[in-house]
């Protein structure tokens, strides 16, 4: 199993910033970059939304439209951590933010699909106050 630990959540104001972390561990983790990792998020009363994705060498990031532009993800491999950098926040940026990591053979590929990831991590929540 790999286990995927999410921090750096809370309460920010509407064009604050706040910076997401997930590291990764487990018996089976038996290296970082063998993972294409995501970001995703759900607000209350609505189903999980793609927020971006980065490869397994980093090279390749995708991004939902609503964060293009604002939201940088970024990967650090010799840490087994990867990152969301959210910058200008908005009200409707507000839910609870998980990781995901799927094995891929490829290392320029990323994965937007929830349903392609195999590991997922607990959450940890973002509210931003307008």
């Known amino acids: 199993q790999v286990q995927l630990q999410e921090s750096g959540g809370g309460l920010v104001k509407a064009g604050g910033s706040v910076r997401l972390s997930c590291a990764a561990s487990g018996r089976t983790l038996s290296d970082f970059s063998d993972y294409a990792m995501g970001w995703f998020r759900q607000a209350p009363g609505k189903e999980h939304e793609f927020v971006a994705t980065i490869s397994r060498s980093g090279i390749t990031q995708y991004y939902a439209e609503s964060v293009k532009g604002r939201f940088t993800i970024s990967r650090d491999n010799a840490k087994n951590t990867v990152y969301l950098q959210m910058n200008s926040l908005k009200p409707e940026d507000t839910a609870v933010y998980y990781c995901?990591?799927?094995?891929?053979?490829?290392?320029?590929?990323?994965?937007?699909?929830?349903?392609?990831?195999?590991?997922w991590g607990q959450g940890t929540q973002v509210t931003v106050s307008s």
């Open positions: 995901a990591a799927e094995s891929l053979s490829s290392w320029a590929l990323v994965v937007i699909g929830k349903g392609e990831y195999a590991y």
